[in-house]
T-cell receptor, first 112, second 112 residues
Framework: KQEVTQIPAALSVPEGENLVLNCSFT??????LQWFRQDPGKGLTSLLL?????REQTSGRLNASLDKSSGRSTLYIAASQPGDSATYLC???????????FGKGTHLIIQP | SAVISQKPSRDICQRGTSLTIQCQVD?????MFWYRQQPGQSLTLIAT?????????ESGFVIDKFPISRPNLTFSTLTVSNMSPEDSSIYLC?????????FGSGTRLTVV
């Protein structure tokens, strides 16, 4: 059974810092990996999707990498802003009807 | 990517009653997924719903408690039956539209 772990569970940094969120998964036979953010009491917003054949994806200040063989992904946030404060979730899919397996998330606070 | 309309956004229900959650997608999709997010926890897949067939439930979830309908390729409902306070959670529907997984805005359920 796939298990996804996210480290750290919580992170508080001053505005402007670059930071890295980590995600690991136990079964490397994934179809893709997706990073989401969730604001309190809200649904999920997709940030980046990495297909299993890809090594990284970038969107604005966000960069996600994938090392499928070692079962790891990182989300890099450059020049953090208070608006980046949210819970960041990593999820992997085995494809087809498998749906997503989620980590428990990293609760991020960016201090003004 | 697909747009999902989910309702209700929140509800407070008496124990022993049932609540039906609806998700409408703006495009035809083969599979729809239903997740539960318990307080302070990450998302757990409840079931996968295909049009024209019975939903497939994950371990720990049963059809009598969480009946699902999928009458066409753009619509699905999840019913939470005979509710108890332990059912208080956020329920979310999701689709895979080949741009990754997209989620509805969620239904925050409180059972009293």
């Amino acid at each position: 059974k796939q298990e996804v772990t996210q480290i750290p569970a919580a992170l508080s940094v001053p505005e402007g810092e670059n930071l890295v969120l980590n995600c690991s998964f136990t079964d490397s036979a994934i179809y893709n990996l997706q990073w989401f953010r969730q604001d309190p009491g809200k649904g999920l917003t997709s940030l980046l999707l990495i297909q299993s054949s890809q090594r990284e994806q970038t969107s604005g200040r966000l960069n996600a990498s994938l090392d499928k063989s070692s079962g790891r992904s990182t989300l890099y946030i450059a020049a953090s802003q208070p608006g980046d404060s949210a819970t960041y979730l990593c999820a992997v899919s085995g494809g087809g009807a498998d749906g997503l397996t989620f980590g428990k998330g990293t609760h991020l606070i960016i201090q003004p | 990517s697909a747009v999902i309309s989910q309702k209700p956004s929140r509800d407070i229900c008496q124990r022993g009653t049932s609540l039906t959650i609806q998700c409408q997608v703006d495009s035809q999709v083969t599979m729809m997924f239903w997740y539960r997010q318990q307080p302070g926890q990450s998302l757990t897949l409840i079931a996968t719903a295909n049009q024209g067939s019975e939903a497939t439930y994950e371990s720990g979830f049963v059809i009598d408690k969480f009946p699902i309908s999928r009458p066409n390729l753009t619509f699905s409902t999840l019913t939470v039956s005979n509710m108890s306070p332990e059912d208080s959670s956020i329920y979310l529907c999701s689709v895979d539209d080949h741009y990754g997984y997209t989620f509805g805005s969620g239904t925050r359920l409180t059972v009293v």
